[in-house]
C-alpha cells in the first residue's frame, strides 16, 4: 500500500485525486459503522 501510495504521488494527476477522494469517503463511511 505504501509502495503504491509513493508510486501515486511521483505520478500526481486528477485520477489520483479522484481514487484517493473515493478511498477517504470509504474509510469515513466504515469508522460511521465500527462507531454505530
Do not use: H, M, P, Q
Not at 500526481?12 to 479522484?18: A, G
Amino acid at each position: 500500500l505504501i509502495t503504491i501510495y509513493s508510486s501515486s504521488l511521483k505520478a500526481f494527476n486528477l485520477k489520483d485525486i479522484e481514487i484517493i477522494k473515493f478511498y477517504l469517503k470509504l474509510i469515513v463511511k466504515t469508522n460511521k459503522k465500527i462507531r454505530v
